[in-house]
């Protein structure tokens, strides 16, 4: 398989590859490699990225039998992982790039997106996931509900990151401080339930504040590790499309604490892909 690599976005880390045809005949007319590059010229356009089955199913060079598989550029979870991470640093150390906000990333995504990671993130006004970890347009799809609970709305999307979007990594993003973790502390010390709407999410925080107290973590920012935990646990147990994608490594779930004050985002829960 003539296969290169051809250069590397310095803010997407994301490497683009020269292709050959797996017709091998990348000089006949009839190969789709050929064509391909044709276009390339033709349109002035930047470097070829393409994967070699949508090569081979325009190719007409059909009588030559290959094995042909799917290359795709798309990043593994811990890669996923080191580059919000690295963002996450930028934003703490005050050396934010704020990449692909510009008009040339804009135009460059009207037909498609291809995001590294689902940030599923509590709605806080502070905790805005492409600020803190310095990304721009296209990079997350990002959802995010008070005190991330879940609901089927949260899973359908969250679904959709993962098999229509290929999105490697899920990361479930809590916060110190955390109003909607807090009004469930209160809650549950309380008895007294918040009016309307806001108590069902407190009824979908307590499972984490009452693990919490069951092992004698009282404060409300122990907690919120617990419900990043949790929250994590939970997707894998409620949607059989992101277990599954998880059992085969595509994708991975993790929890991240996010702390107001220095900016930080913590791992808290178990990351064996790193
Ligand atoms: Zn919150």
Known sequence: MNLRRAGRNRYTDRWTWRVGCPCGRTRSNRCAFRVAQLERVRNLAGPVEFSIYGLWSLCKNKDVPRKVREVTTQISPAEAWQR????NKRFVSGDALHPNQDA?????????QNPFAVIFGC???????EIIFDLGLGDAFVVRTAGHVIDDAVLGSLEYGVSVLNTPLI???????CGAVTATKNAVET???PPGFIRDLVERITPSVLTSLREDKTDVNDMVVEHAKQT???LLESSQVISSAVDNSSTAVIGVAYRLEEGRADLVSEFDML
């Open 104 to 112: 040339s990333r804009r135009s460059a995504l009207v037909d498609s």
């Open 171 to 177: 990361v479930v993003l809590g916060h110190d401080n």
């Open 191 to 193: 008895g007294e339930m």
């Open 84 to 87: 919000l991470l690295a963002g």
């Open 123 to 129: 709605s806080d006004s502070r905790l805005a996931a």
């Open 232 to 234: 994590a646990a939970r």
